[in-house]
């Protein structure tokens, strides 16, 4: 299977600071999303990375505060923006299409500690 | 009603035991359904997945499916303590989408 690396795998920040996420695949992919969990909580997915275009975001979210860009098929980026202690959370990035199948794999994580 | 359901738990077993996990879901257009493990602290990693009516076996896994009642269920045969985690039930919808479930988590007692 592929390899779905991020980075970094953790960070504290100060409230007011934005953050940014890389998530590398080390193959190609249709679809990338990004997801967050907060501790002892189930999956919310956040938006989904279309390439080339504008992110297609759930409720709740959006870009101001969820900056995405996909320039490629095996990499993505996540920005959380103006940071406040309620982003503390692990931000997980997924992605689907690998070897054309449709299962979803996940990335190791990054876990976000705003103080 | 969620559109992925899954009983919270925790649900405990000894170790040995048959431990059966279960997972609703309400759209009935949904044709693909995969079962994920998630360590304390890790990311979700996949067991298993199921497209047709039926049971699927994996080791000491087993997927079953009811399209007719909506329904998939994983069933760990001799469980070990190493299989306690949480366990995630997902479903791709019609729409294409796929949709996880919060979540069972799984003791096994030594």
């Known amino acids: 299977s592929a390899v779905i690396s991020q980075k970094p795998s953790r960070d504290i920040c100060q409230r007011g600071t934005s953050l940014t996420i890389q998530c590398q695949v080390d193959s190609q992919v249709t679809m990338m999303f990004w997801y967050r969990q907060q501790p002892g909580q189930s999956l919310t997915l956040i938006a989904t990375?279309?390439?080339?275009?504008?992110?297609?975001?759930e409720s709740g979210f959006v870009i101001d505060k969820f900056p995405i860009s996909r320039p490629n098929l095996t990499f993505s980026t996540l920005t959380v923006s103006n940071m406040s202690p309620e982003d503390s959370s692990i931000y997980l990035c997924?992605?689907?299409?690998?070897?054309?199948?449709?299962?979803?794999?996940f990335g190791p994580g990054t876990r976000l500690l705003v103080l | 009603q969620k559109e992925v359901e899954q009983n919270s738990g925790p649900l405990s077993v000894p170790e040995g035991a048959i431990a059966s996990l279960n997972c609703t879901y309400s759209d009935r257009g949904s044709q693909s359904f995969f079962w994920y493990r998630q360590y304390s602290g890790k990311s979700p990693e996949l067991i298993m997945f199921i497209y047709s009516n039926g049971d699927k076996e994996d080791g000491r896994f087993t997927a079953q499916l009811n399209k007719a009642s909506q329904y998939v269920s994983l069933l760990i045969r001799d469980s070990q303590p190493s299989d306690s985690a949480t366990y995630l039930c997902a479903v791709k919808t019609g729409g294409f989408k796929t949709i996880f479930g919060a979540g069972t988590r799984l003791f096994v007692k030594a």
């Open positions: 997924s992605v689907e299409g690998l070897l054309a199948q449709e299962t979803q794999y």
């Open positions: 990375a279309n390439q080339g275009s504008e992110a297609t975001y």
